[in-house]
C-alpha cells in the first residue's frame, strides 16, 4: 500500500489549499483516512479523519476551515484547507487504518502559511 501526499505549497494568511491522499489501491472508502500535521520542533497532531462510513470529525483549531472528503472513484481522500492561518504551517500527512489495526502513512506535504 502507498500513499502519496501532494497539493502542498506556500500561500499567504487567509488563503486556501487543497491537499490530496492518493492511495495506490482501493482501500480507501474501506478503511478510516486521517490527516495529521507535524510543526518543526513539535509533536506530530491529529487534524481529523474520515471514516468508511463517512463520518468526519476534526480537532478543535481546524474546525469550521478544514474539510475532509473522499473521492473513493479515484482513490482519494482530500483536506480543503481555508482561511490558512501562520499556526497552520506544517507539514502534513495522511493516514489510512485499517480495522485490524495496521496503518500506512504517506511522506507528507508541507504547507507554509506566510504572515
Known amino acids: 500500500v502507498q500513499l502519496v501526499e501532494s497539493g502542498g505549497g506556500l500561500v499567504q494568511a487567509g488563503g486556501s489549499l487543497r491537499l490530496s491522499c492518493a492511495a495506490s489501491a482501493r482501500i480507501l472508502s474501506q478503511n478510516t483516512t486521517g490527516w495529521y500535521r507535524q510543526a518543526p520542533g513539535k509533536q506530530r497532531d491529529w487534524v481529523g479523519s474520515i471514516t468508511d462510513k463517512n463520518k468526519v470529525n476534526y480537532a478543535d483549531s481546524v474546525k469550521g476551515r478544514f474539510t475532509i472528503s473522499r473521492d473513493s472513484a479515484k482513490n482519494t481522500v482530500y483536506l480543503q484547507m481555508n482561511s490558512l492561518k501562520p499556526e497552520d504551517t506544517a507539514i502534513y500527512y495522511c493516514?489510512?487504518?485499517?480495522?485490524?489495526?495496521?496503518?500506512?502513512w504517506g511522506q507528507g506535504t508541507q504547507v507554509t502559511v506566510s504572515s
Open positions: 493516514k489510512v487504518t485499517f480495522t485490524d489495526g495496521t496503518a500506512y
